[in-house]
């Protein structure tokens, strides 16, 4: 029978929380620990986790210079998606704010997604993903986010300013022309749809399956800088 064995805890700065790693099976499992939130996720359903960086990288793969930020390696899929689309020349700048996460996804967790930060378009920062976008205007071609489990803020308070008027307009401000921000979100909101038109953005709601073609959906704003 399968069980959970705790692989290591991560304290996440500026909170009394932490990210607990478990191994299940052959696959590896992150949660809160206290099991506040349950399984933030998993390395077996991860098609939604995909689908945040194919949307917006699929038109840049013969831009030579393009550069796309990712908020929140979590497992690792996302940048490992948005590779498989960016040219040999592009960049994809990954923010994370717990330094255990970085480490696990240097070892054996980074295997399940193909080791992308040894890819050498990749440049991980530890860091707030909000200081990032803060300090690049016009920096980027594409902005994902997947930073908690959406616009309410889960496992930081402080994530939901990201989601806010503020943080939407630092995104805007942070896109290349026509540039899009994708977010990531356990479930749809339709208040957050309307900020984003406010920001500035031209924006659509995509549901998109956690794993296969059936079971739970994910919602997936993809946002076009006006």
């Given at each position: 029978m399968k069980r959970f064995i705790l692989l290591d805890t991560a304290p996440i700065p500026?909170?009394?929380?932490?990210?607990?790693?478990?191994?299940?099976?052959?696959?590896?499992?992150?949660?809160?620990?206290?099991?506040?939130?349950?399984?933030?996720?998993?390395?077996?359903?991860?098609?939604?986790?995909?689908?945040?960086?194919?949307?917006?990288?699929?038109?840049?793969?013969?831009?030579?210079?393009?550069?796309v930020l990712i908020g929140g390696l979590g497992m690792g899929f996302t940048l490992a998606?948005?590779?498989?689309?960016?040219?040999?020349s592009?960049?994809?700048?990954?923010?994370?704010?717990?330094?255990?996460?970085?480490?696990?996804?240097?070892?054996?967790?980074?295997?399940?997604?193909?080791?992308?930060l040894s890819d050498p378009r990749?440049?991980?920062?530890?860091?707030?993903?909000?200081?990032?976008?803060?300090?690049?205007?016009g920096g980027f071609d594409a902005i994902m986010l997947d930073v908690d489990n959406g616009p309410e803020g889960l496992t930081q308070k402080s994530n939901s300013w990201l989601y806010s008027p503020g943080g939407l307009e630092a995104c805007a401000r942070a896109l290349r022309p026509k540039g899009t921000l994708a977010v990531?979100?356990?479930?749809?909101?339709?208040?957050?749809?309307?900020?984003?038109?406010?920001?500035?953005?031209?924006?659509?709601e995509e549901q998109v399956y956690a794993h296969g073609t059936s079971g739970t959906r994910h919602t997936i704003w993809i946002a076009q800088r006006k």
């Open positions: 500026g909170t009394t929380d932490a990210l607990c790693l478990f191994e299940y099976g052959d696959d590896f499992v992150i949660k809160i620990q206290g099991g506040k939130g349950g399984q933030l996720m998993n390395t077996r359903t991860h098609g939604s986790e995909d689908a945040l960086a194919a949307i917006p990288c699929r038109s840049l793969s013969g831009k030579a210079d393009a550069r998606a948005a590779l498989k689309h960016l040219a040999s592009a960049e994809a700048v990954v923010a994370e704010l717990v330094p255990g996460v970085i480490e696990w996804n240097q070892g054996a967790l980074g295997e399940k997604s193909g080791q992308p990749t440049r991980v920062v530890n860091q707030d993903v909000a200081e990032l976008l803060k300090a690049e205007a990531w979100s356990a479930s749809a909101d339709r208040a957050f749809s309307q900020r984003l038109g406010k920001a500035g953005f031209k924006a659509r």
